[in-house]
């Protein structure tokens, strides 16, 4: 993938500001009792205990940096969309530029986001006691000062850039996905065409030599025992701890387990292609991507029969497919 679609889809979703926050937090608070846990144990004792040090906890400290992490988002969002940022190159060099072009973004979001964050942060400090000169000397004058500057900048910095970084790297996995699903589904396209499978059953004719592999089955049906050509079976499956053979003429339950079936049969004609069933190569009608790494296989069935298939078997089963034993070497097959 030569360059990612900059969606900012995470970006764009409050919520995702509330988690990065609440995240860092945690990890303050965590630093912060492992170093001084005796200075935190005075906080909690002055606060008059755990619920009322949590509850200050989110007056003080969530509630108006949320606040702060929310403008800064929305500057960074609104700084993309004038910028019409909208792709980078997927190399190193050019995230690199990507990112320093924002930094100027996050060190003058201070300007925008602190006359909200104070505002926020005193009418929860003071509530219900307001006082205009408090707020206006106390909560926005003194606060525009390069030392309260100084104090949001590394912080606001680090914030912005995991939020960033966080959302390109969404942006790039979602579209790797998606790229890799497209090609897949192209891959089978491009295979269903070069294999040209018939659309009309053709049992092999059953070997007249001796064969070290399964001719005739023995198998119940409504009417008692039969033994019946292997060549006329659809596929082999497993229900209820049940074995079935579906065949041209009728289901038969049979003894022998897939296991089992999986050694005797003719492992040209024959394939394992999941846990629970074995299929017929005649009777394999088409197959298409289906979704998150799996296909859909498509029986000659009066029903059409569909098998999802995970991603993993279907290298193989397209081998198979194209007339290859088990060792790799190329088989005739009569695929028509």
């Keep these: 993938m030569k360059e990612i679609q900059i969606t ?47 509850g200050i906890l989110i007056r003080d400290l969530f509630i108006p940096e949320l606040c702060t992490l929310l403008i800064t988002i929305a500057i960074i969002n609104v700084y993309h969309r004038f910028s019409h940022i909208h792709v980078v190159q997927n190399n190193w060099r050019a995230i690199s530029r990507y990112e320093l072009r924002c930094l100027p973004v996050l060190a003058l979001a201070f300007w925008g986001f602190n006359p909200f964050t104070q505002t926020v942060r005193y009418f929860l400090e003071y509530f219900p006691e307001y006082s205009w000169s408090r707020y ?83 198998g119940k049906n409504a009417l008692g025992e039969i033994d019946f050509p292997v060549n006329e079976v659809y596929y082999f499956t497993v229900e209820d701890r049940f074995y079935y053979a579906e065949s041209l003429k009728e289901r038969y339950m049979v003894s022998k387990t897939l296991n089992e079936l999986d050694t005797e049969l003719d492992p040209t004609q024959f394939f394992r292609i999941k846990r629970d069933y074995i299929v017929n190569r005649q009777a394999v009608l088409h197959y298409s991507y289906w979704e998150n790494g799996k296909y859909i296989v498509t029986l000659n069935t009066p029903d059409h029969h569909k098998i999802i298939v995970p991603r993993v078997r279907m290298h193989e089963f397209r081998e198979w497919l194209q007339g290859r034993d088990a060792t790799g070497k190329p088989e005739p097959a009569n695929l028509l």
């Design 8 to 54: 900012r889809g995470f970006l764009k979703k409050p919520f995702s500001s509330a988690i990065i926050l609440l995240s860092i937090v945690v990890l303050v608070e965590a630093v912060g009792w492992s170093v001084a846990s005796p200075a935190k144990l005075e906080k909690v004792r002055k606060a008059g205990g755990a619920i009322f040090y949590l």
């Design 136 to 218: 206006w000397n106390g909560y926005i004058l003194y606060t525009y000062t390069w030392s309260t500057y100084f104090k949001y900048l590394v912080p606001v910095i680090l914030i912005g850039y995991i939020a960033i970084n966080t959302s390109l790297l969404l942006d790039y996995l979602k579209q790797r996905r998606e790229a890799q699903e497209t090609a897949e589904a192209e891959a089978a396209e491009a295979s269903q065409k070069v294999l040209a499978l018939s659309e009309t059953f053709s049992p092999q004719p059953i070997a007249t030599t001796s064969s070290p592999y399964l001719s005739y089955l023995k």
